[in-house]
């Protein structure tokens, strides 16, 4: 940028001698300002990196919920067919032993 220009153009003639030295009160204020503007900046990026790691962090859990979600819904699937076949399975038994109680009822 164009401050930062003049800024190495001023620092330039400075090293060289073309400024007298001096210390004034100013020259401590500006060089605060300086440092925090430089602190402020680097705060910057680092929540814009920090900002970047929680939204990769928010989208894993989504992905994992996804995940869970569809698990859920297997076992369910799962679950219904077993039940399914075990349901089956019960009522061909009952009636297996069902007529075998009436024969037996009968014969008696």
Same mark, same amino acid.
């Given at each position: 940028s164009?401050?930062?220009?003049?800024? =190495? &153009?001023? *620092?330039? $003639?400075?090293?060289?001698?073309?400024?007298d030295e001096h210390d004034r009160l100013a020259d401590n204020l500006l060089a605060a300002n300086g440092d925090l503007m430089t602190t402020v900046a680097r705060l910057g990026e680092a929540l814009k990196q920090g900002k970047t790691v929680t939204q =990769? &962090?928010? *989208?894993? $859990?989504?992905?994992?919920?996804?995940?869970?979600?569809?698990?859920?819904?297997?076992?369910?699937?799962?679950?219904?067919t077993v039940n399914r076949k075990v349901m089956i399975k019960k009522e061909t038994t009952h009636k297996a032993v069902s007529g075998k109680k009436n024969i037996y009822r009968n014969k008696g």
């Open positions: 164009k401050g930062s220009e003049r800024y =190495n &153009i001023i *620092t330039d $003639l400075y090293r060289i001698g073309a400024y =990769n &962090i928010f *989208t894993q $859990l989504e992905e994992a919920n996804e995940s869970a979600r569809k698990n859920a819904a297997i076992r369910r699937a799962v679950r219904k």
